[in-house]
Every structure is written in structure tokens, then in C-alpha cells.
């Protein structure tokens, strides 16, 4: 579905190229270094998913505290999977620790407000590991927006809430409402749609806001 979106190169501005995605790890020795990785796969980023939940623990009088599960031997597996080796570098092999630091690092996602945000809420910009990209969405249907609202699901468990994230349901999400995508050099990675997705419907609910109920 991404082969149908416009992905172009921005007058020269670095756009994510996930075959190449330099990350700064803590090496096993303690050091900072550098390091070129493969952004992982949706299958990879579906797999580890389903191995890591994040769990809420409630503390009483409407507190809660977010407890990441331990790293799973998985995150080894996968940073051995997708590290670049570099020429004439001796082999790192990397523990689960370091691993899911090095992951969840590449992970990360930030929507960008710019000046641009309330004349077009649906213009979504993420800010991701080596570049800014762009998503232009369509507006969702109510259907849609409800299904975006419950990307996350959560169970409870004892004294806490553990939570985990319907990857395809979001990935589908974005397929059917984002019309453009610019800033990649190939498809869009999965966590990149669940992270647009949700940034367009925040959108919508706060360009809503505020307005009088006879407008609808």
C-alpha cells in the first residue's frame, strides 16, 4: 500500500532511509559509540511487540507507575539480525539490556507542531531517527477515529494494567487514510504509521474542540 503513497526527497533535506540507520549505543565495554543498523521489519517490530508490554501499576489515589517488563533474549537476537558490520570493525555482540536500549531507541517517534498545525491539522510531521517525514491524511471517518482511539489495549492483571498495541489494526489505519507520505527513501515503517495515525486523530479532536454544538 506505501508503493501508492508520493515519497519524495525534500529540496535535499535527509529523509529516513531505513536500510542505514546510525544509533548511538552504550558498547558492552561501557563506551559510546556510534553504530549502523537495518531498521527492523513490521514482522520484527510485530514479534517484539507481542514480547514487551508495558504494565501500569496502580498506587492509589488516581496514581499510577509505568513498569517496562525486563528485556526479553529476543532484543539480542534482533540487534544481531539487523547490526551493519563495519569494515575491518572486530564482531560486537550486543546482551538483552543493551539490545533493548539500542531498540527502543530506534523506536522512538515525535510529532512535530509547526505553525502550519491548525490551517492543516491533518499535515502530520514526525520527527524519526535521521530525518523529518511528512504524512497527509485524509479525515477519518468515525469508525476510523473509534478504532484509533483503541490502538492500545489493556488487561488486568492483579493491581496493574497491562497494556499492549494492535500493530495491523494500525498499519491498516494508515493505508486507508493517509494519502502522501514524504521523507523515505522506501515503505514506512510500521511504528512510523501506528505514530501518524495517532498524531492525526489527536489532531482532530483538538481542532474540534471548542467549537458550538449547532456547527454539527
Not at 529523509?15 to 561501557?30: E, T
Not at 494494567?161 to 498499519?171: A, D, P, Q, R, V
Request: charged share 30%; with cysteine.
Amino acid at each position: 500500500m506505501t508503493d501508492e503513497k508520493t515519497q519524495v526527497k525534500a529540496g535535499g533535506e535527509p529523509v529516513f532511509d531505513g536500510g542505514r540507520v546510525p544509533v548511538k549505543a552504550i558498547m558492552p565495554d561501557g563506551s559510546i559509540r556510534k553504530i549502523l543498523v537495518r531498521f527492523p521489519t513490521d514482522a520484527q517490530w510485530i514479534k517484539r511487540g507481542g514480547l514487551h508490554k508495558v504494565s501500569f501499576r496502580n498506587l492509589g489515589r488516581g496514581s499510577q507507575e509505568s513498569v517496562m517488563e525486563r528485556p526479553h533474549e529476543f532484543d539480542a537476537e534482533l540487534l544481531a539480525e539487523i547490526l551493519i558490520a563495519e569494515d575491518g570493525a572486530d564482531a560486537v555482540s550486543f546482551d538483552a539490556y543493551e539490545s533493548f536500549r539500542i531498540l527502543e531507541g530506534l523506536s522512538k517517534v515525535w510529532p512535530i507542531k509547526d505553525e502550519d498545525a491548525e490551517a492543516e491539522p491533518l499535515r502530520i510531521r514526525l520527527k524519526v531517527p535521521g530525518a523529518i517525514t511528512t504524512h497527509i491524511f485524509r479525515m477519518p471517518t468515525s469508525k476510523e477515529k473509534f478504532q484509533a482511539e483503541r490502538l492500545a489495549a489493556a488487561r488486568t492483571v492483579g493491581n496493574r494494567e497491562i497494556w499492549s498495541t494492535n500493530y495491523m489494526l494500525g498499519s491498516d489505519l494508515y493505508d486507508a487514510m493517509c494519502r502522501e507520505s514524504h521523507g523515505y527513501s522506501g515503505p514506512v515503517p510500521i511504528v512510523h504509521k501506528i505514530a501518524a495515525v495517532l498524531a492525526a486523530v489527536t489532531a482532530v479532536a483538538e481542532s474540534l474542540e471548542g467549537e458550538d454544538e449547532e456547527d454539527f
